[in-house]
């Protein structure tokens, strides 16, 4: 049975190592079965990959990049906790904050870079439950954050 760790890997993905705290927070919560990891902005090895904003800055395509981006520092976060990624039984929620233009109202089709990607990873354990929200900024001017919060066992 393939993993989550080689599934990414099959999709062309590397997991990365876990970003560090930018502030006074823990990177991954947990309270009982679920995990709740921090917002992650689409950091690469220490740098931030894009700034700017959506429908100004960046198109969706640019966006849905960035929001897997996001979505691999999360899942790093994870398996930081876990050990092993294949201990998450569902992803239940991925909430998707967009630094947009004001008159931007394209931020489901950004989160979908998130959302497919975590189906891709974990098949039906990796549909979910998603909030798409437009920002006026973003920490450090990303363009996309996500949080996840998820099941485990």
């Known amino acids: 049975m ?17 970003a560090k705290p930018a502030g006074s927070y823990l990177p991954v919560v947990r309270t009982g079965d679920l995990l709740y ?5 689409p950091m690469i090895e220490g740098k931030l990959h894009q700034t700017g904003k959506l429908g100004v800055d960046l198109g969706v395509d640019e966006g849905k990049a960035q929001a897997r981006i996001c979505v691999l520092n999360a899942l790093a976060a994870l398996k930081a906790e ?19 233009a004001p008159d931007f109202t ?7 870079g998130a959302s497919d990607l975590l189906a891709e ?7 979910h439950a998603r909030s798409a929200v437009g920002v006026a900024a973003l920490p450090l001017d990303a363009p996309v954050e996500v949080e996840l919060i998820a099941e485990v066992g």
């Open 37 to 41: 990891t921090s917002g992650q902005v």
């Open 2 to 18: 393939t993993t989550p760790e080689q599934r990414v890997e099959e999709l062309g993905f590397t997991l990365p190592s876990p």
């Open 82 to 100: 876990l050990g092993e990624l294949s201990r998450v039984r569902r992803i239940v929620k991925v909430v998707v904050f967009v630094a947009s």
């Open 106 to 112: 394209e931020q489901p089709q950004v989160a979908n």
């Open 121 to 127: 990873v974990f098949g039906d354990q990796g549909r």
